[in-house]
């Protein structure tokens, strides 16, 4: 199972790292062509903030995987490895289901919605840069059950 989750990460890395990296040529393209020769590629701004969108999202999923979610760590850090600690981490882990669902649930609506329209410069269907949603939203979900798998083991151990 690790390996499956080792590979997960790679892949998104690689997949956030070569976005980051066509966006940034995009932007810097755009820039040159803009002031050097007075002329703009009508999808060039499009496809880099499209890029921005789905790196952001891929990239909110890489560091659930890591366990780098947005957390305040003041409250945990002087919990740990007491009962306590282990409520706040099953409480975290509750809501950061909820947040996820919510995040599926409304994606999913957005991305079906979004069928109708196309974007102005690439002519793509809309619902390709919502579609991200659902897909994030799965894999944090992936990466909640092996985190909530590690409570349920410290949970376990802490009753035996």
Known sequence: MDRIFKGLRALLYWVSV?????????????????????????????????????????????????????????????????????????FVNLCSYAFIVLLMVQGAKMTSIMTFQTSPGLGLPMSYVYAIMPLSGALMLLYLVKDTVRIARAVLARRA
Do not use: D, N
């Not at 755009?30 to 990239?59: D, M, N, P």
């Open 18 to 90: 070569v976005s980051m990296s066509v966006m940034l040529a995009i932007i810097f393209l755009q820039v040159i062509t803009r002031y050097c020769f007075g002329h703009t590629f009508e999808w060039s701004e499009e496809l880099a903030r499209f890029l921005f969108v789905w790196v952001v999202f891929l990239g909110s999923a890489l560091i659930m995987g890591e366990g780098g979610h947005l957390a305040v760590q003041l409250l945990p850090s002087r919990l740990q490895g007491k009962a306590a600690g282990l409520v706040l981490e099953v």
